[in-house]
């Protein structure tokens, strides 16, 4: 029979048979061109009777245009894309276009044009092209992401091209990496690594689905662990994945990673350029890339031979995707493990409480490395009462905190301030008014950013120059900062301590792969005495001169009260405290708290994990909260705040009465309004017996709404905002 059934990717269809002409050969994974009425879509081969459609008589169907050169999508990925659209109640379209994740990859040519600066000038310079020119120095690609980098139109950048400024290169899209050797380097384990990773490796060779918790306390030598089986699958010729929270932590492991196997392995995140987009995503599906390490995005990447998955920092919020398909990439992963049958690895100091529960109930096998690499001690932790303690007026650090700074400074040692805020001051008003900057797009404050001079909303991206006068009631100089944010800090440290060199270390100024080595290679070599950072610095890095780490204000994570407010500032704090005393000297942290009684600090200063996680787990099974009961939220949004509202209600009145679930809401959101949408919510606990997605679709398809109404699935959210 000539007859296939697609995917097609648009979330608005629904399968699609096709008849197959003479001469083309597809099988279940292609990747196709589908005729749509006048148009073509790509669409997916898909077995028929897993994807159950609507039979259309044979002289109906239309034939396939063609077969796209890419590898068929394995069996494996897609069971992972069935799994990840039923169990997060999404498209399977939309999870589809995610494994389809270039599509220049899709295309045939395998050059590209990029374009470059060739040093000439240009017959008359404007300040845009003066601009382009300074910000495209040492910079190769196509027009529409230069005119990214340097800010200005692509029109601009076109004139410079025809006046041979910029050059066009042209580019081999599928140029070889360099291989990965995994004997390059020797590295002599402690006998506890030996032993974690001779677990591991031996559930590599044994090629069979293995789900492992790597819990080692932090500076306990993970990375190095979990290399020993990444060598044993490279030995297999097999690839390897290994998912890392955040951009900025990739500079850290590549080093490692090519002093170890000595090439660089293969990047995967949301900004790389679309020729490597495209390259990386060729070498991944030819079996050609051997080490992937990437964003979350990385999970759908159609792999030939994966052999090994690794979820480095695994209890990381970052991993949850927050639009869209609303997925967590750490619980993907243990799935794509399963269908693929390999082992994965979930590597954390302070592991999720569901993933310890996983272990407990002997699901995952967990493994210990109980102490730091060669000998380095965990640092010693002490809490600072701020209601006794109190840092003089308008400052917010305590004595005690900064004379711990000045005797590292006295002794050559490094310091680290952690306060988990951007910019200079959540908050800004007007002393003559009472006036509070709000973004237009959010119930948010705009933050102040002093370095930039502007008030920005971290949720939308708004910005505004800061204002001289209150643009309210037009009184000069009568704003005032509320509240401190990293900038602030960095202010106060200079001014009670004028010969500290302070950096800033966050997402504003580590915002390349480029600034955030030069970050490392600072630090490293002692010209940074104090860094004041976000979560951005809580991980990952080592630096062996940092001995003091102060929490400005532990209780911040515990305000607004959601369900993991404990254990995320218990991770938080946890991990910044890790990256104290890590070299030979010994490392001292300092919580500043207004709350020193409550659970999760007390734990903390106790160094007593488990009596937190018990507790935090006994309250958690009460709550019938996550892992022992289940949460979801459907948020309903709109431009417009009377149609979301209306929406919301006419769900409402479909509500289903399903025993041991409860629907609460709707309500407004948190952010009730959020970039420009109003949003209302439902929030839904159900026993684990519940099957909950299966409530939900039946409730969602039951009420239509307007083209403005988006309706949002979160299973098992992380953000309650
Ligand atoms: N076997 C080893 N030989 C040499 N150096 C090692 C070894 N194991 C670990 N190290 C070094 O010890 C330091 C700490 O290791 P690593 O950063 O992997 O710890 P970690 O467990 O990931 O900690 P964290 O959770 O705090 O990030 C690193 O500089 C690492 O290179
Ligand atoms: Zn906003």
């Known amino acids: 029979m000539n007859r296939v059934r697609c995917l097609v990717l648009n979330a608005a269809l629904g399968p699609l048979d096709y008849k197959v002409p003479e001469g083309l050969y597809v099988e279940p994974g292609s990747v196709v061109e589908c005729p749509l009425g006048p148009r073509t879509v790509i669409g997916i081969v898909w077995e028929a009777e897993r994807l159950p459609g609507t039979e259309v008589p044979a002289e109906k169907l239309r034939n396939l245009r063609g077969l796209l050169p890419i590898p068929p999508l394995s069996a494996p990925l897609r069971r992972l894309i069935e799994w990840t659209a039923d169990y997060y109640v999404a498209s399977l379209a939309s999870v589809a276009r995610m494994a389809l994740s270039s599509g220049g990859a899709l295309k045939g040519p395998a050059t590209m044009t990029e374009y470059r600066l060739t040093g000439g000038m240009p017959e008359r310079m404007t300040p845009q092209r003066e601009r382009a020119m300074e910000a495209l120095e040492g910079e190769q690609a196509n027009i529409r992401e230069l005119a990214g980098i340097a800010g200005v139109s692509e029109a601009v950048l076109r004139g410079l091209v025809n006046q041979g400024v910029l050059e066009p290169v042209e580019v081999d899209c599928d140029r070889p990496y360099d291989a990965a050797r995994p004997d390059f380097a020797h590295v002599e384990l402690s006998a506890e690594q030996r032993a974690a990773s001779d677990i591991l490796a031996e559930a590599v060779r044994k090629a069979e689905f293995a789900p492992f918790l790597l819990d080692g306390v932090t500076g306990s030598g993970k990375t190095e662990t979990y ?7 490279l030995d297999m010729g097999r690839q390897v994945l290994v998912l890392l929270p955040e951009i900025a932590l990739t500079e850290n492991f590549l080093h490692r990673f090519e002093e170890r196997f000595g090439a660089s392995p293969v990047l995967w995140h949301s900004s790389l350029k679309s020729t490597e987009r495209r390259r990386a995503y060729r070498a991944v599906s030819n079996g050609s890339a051997q080490v992937v390490v990437g964003a979350r995005s990385a999970l759908f990447l159609p792999f030939a031979q994966l052999g090994l998955i690794v979820v480095d920092e695994a209890h990381e919020t970052s991993f949850k995707q927050e639009d869209g398909v609303r997925y967590n990439a750490r619980d993907v992963a243990v799935m794509r493990g399963h269908f693929e049958k390999v082992p994965v690895v979930l590597a954390s100091a302070t592991p999720a409480l569901e993933s310890l529960q996983m272990a407990e109930s002997g699901v995952y096998t967990k493994i210990d490395l109980p102490s730091r690499f060669g000998g380095a001690q965990l640092p010693s932790i002490d809490t600072i009462d701020l209601t006794e303690e109190m840092p003089p007026q308008g400052m917010w650090l305590a004595q005690r905190l900064v004379d711990g700074i000045e005797e590292r400074l006295e002794r050559g040692e490094q310091s680290l301030l952690f306060l988990n805020r951007r910019g200079y001051a959540p908050l800004t008003l007007c002393r003559n008014c009472g006036f509070r900057y709000q973004c237009p797009n959010c119930s948010a404050w705009l933050v102040e950013h002093r370095f930039t001079n502007r008030l920005a ?21 009568c704003l005032v900062a509320c509240g401190p944010g990293v900038e602030r800090i960095a202010d106060e440290v200079a001014e009670r301590l004028p010969d500290a060199r302070v950096f800033v270390a966050t997402s504003d100024t580590l915002n390349s792969p480029g600034r955030a080595a030069e970050f490392i290679a600072a630090v ?4 940074i005495d104090v860094i004041v950072g976000t979560q951005l610095v809580t991980k990952g890095f080592h630096f062996p001169e940092l001995t003091l780490v102060g929490v400005v204000d532990a209780d911040l994570g515990l305000e607004g009260g959601d369900l993991r407010a404990g254990e995320r500032t218990y991770q938080q704090v946890a991990q910044v405290a890790g990256r104290a005393g890590r070299g030979s000297k010994p490392g001292e942290v300092l919580i500043q708290t207004r709350h020193p009684e409550a659970p999760v600090i007390a734990a903390l200063a106790a160094g007593d994990r488990d009596a937190f996680y018990s507790a935090e787990t006994e309250m958690r099974r009460e709550a019938g909260a996550p892992p022992f009961g289940r949460w979801a939220a459907i948020i309903i949004s709109s431009e417009d705040d009377a149609e979301a509202r209306e929406a919301a209600n006419r769900l409402g009145a479909f509500r289903p009465q399903v025993a041991e679930c409860v629907i609460l809401g709707p309500a407004p959101a948190p952010m009730a309004l959020l970039r420009g949408r109003y949003r209302y919510r439902f929030l839904i606990n159900a026993r684990r017996s519940v099957h909950l997605q299966d409530v ?20 098992d959210p992380y953000s309650f905002v």
């Not at 490293?524 to 010209?527: G, I, L, N, S, V």
């Not at 939900?696 to 299973?715: E, S, T």
């Open 227 to 233: 290399f020993e089986p990444v060598a044993e699958a």
């Open 457 to 477: 909303c971290h949720h939308c991206g708004h910005e505004a120059p800061a204002p001289q006068a209150c643009t309210e009631c037009g009184e000069p100089d």
């Open 524 to 527: 490293e070599a002692c010209e």
């Open 696 to 715: 939900i679709r039946h409730w969602l398809r039951q009420v239509d709404h307007p083209p403005g109404v988006r309706v949002a699935v979160d299973i």
